[in-house]
């Protein structure tokens, strides 16, 4: 049953990314800045409005999004919507924009999807089975060490300023910060382009914030937990993220950091 499900909202998500392409090769919208401090367009509404309207049409499911949350039964299926994840990339025509879609039932996430509508990568999965991009199963290659960790920036976090003193002592071989889409960076984990990607979660998240990507990297034999090592819950979490493509990925870069964490705790 699953299957059609994942065919099904494949299809709703690739045509919801035209909608996001097109716009922004317009250049036509505007911009406000919500009460979080994050950007919105009208794009935004559409997109998720189209989604809801679509998964509706096609499944006897609740749909909750993150532009105006409609009240939903949480005992009770529901599929959750980021219409855009990394609006402000969006916005400035960087290429880490992604749609977020995961499928919740009893409390765990049953489906899961994320779409770069810029790159064309379609990365999905669903529970107790493989995660692909495309028709490729991942991770697209192995990486089993230290070798590469994207971190998400962020003000007033001493953690992050330590991981440049670590790349120029030779710990990590390879540092790159890549903002936008958070979903987007743990599925490049997933798919072997970084070996860890670390970040800090300022809020308590929401079902269509990480939920779909998590699925997707654990299914893909990696892990995401807390600075401790301890596995995060997808659907709420507030903290940081040490997304890892493997367990000796992990264990390494919890190691290497453990020092600083430790003057924080």
């Not at 189209?50 to 532009?67: H, T």
């Not at 028709?135 to 697209?140: G, M, S």
């Not at 819950?233 to 453990?258: T, W």
């Amino acid at each position: 049953m699953k299957n059609i499900y994942i065919i099904i909202a494949k299809q709703i998500v690739e045509e919801a990314g035209k909608i996001i392409r097109e716009a922004r090769d317009t250049n036509m919208f505007e911009f406000t800045i919500k009460d979080d401090d994050t950007p919105v367009t009208p794009i935004d509404q559409q997109v998720q409005d189209y989604m809801s309207k679509r998964l509706r049409d096609s499944f006897d499911i609740q749909v909750m999004g993150e532009e105006n949350c409609a009240v939903i039964d949480p005992s009770r299926p529901y599929w959750a919507i980021d219409p855009i994840d990394g609006t402000w990339s969006f916005i400035t025509h960087e290429n880490t924009s992604a749609i977020n879609l995961s499928l919740i039932e009893e409390g765990e996430v049953s489906v899961a999807i994320v779409y770069n509508p810029f790159t064309d990568e379609l990365f999905f999965t669903e529970r107790g089975k493989p995660s692909f991009k495309g028709l490729l199963k991942l991770p697209l290659r192995k990486n089993d060490g230290v070798t590469v960790v994207n971190f998400k920036p962020a003000r007033d976090i001493a953690l992050l300023e330590k991981l440049n003193e670590l790349y120029i002592d030779e710990k990590i071989k390879k540092l790159v910060s890549i903002g936008g889409s958070l979903s987007y960076g743990m599925c490049m984990v997933a798919k072997g382009a970084f070996s860890n990607y670390i970040l800090y979660f300022n809020t308590l998240s929401h079902a269509w914030d990480l939920s779909a990507s998590i699925l997707i990297l654990r299914n893909a034999g990696g892990f995401v937990t807390d600075l401790d090592g301890n596995d995060i819950d997808p659907i709420n979490y507030q903290g940081f993220i040490v997304a890892s493509a493997s367990k000796r990925c992990r264990d390494e870069f919890l190691a290497m950091i453990a020092p600083y964490t430790k003057e924080m705790q």
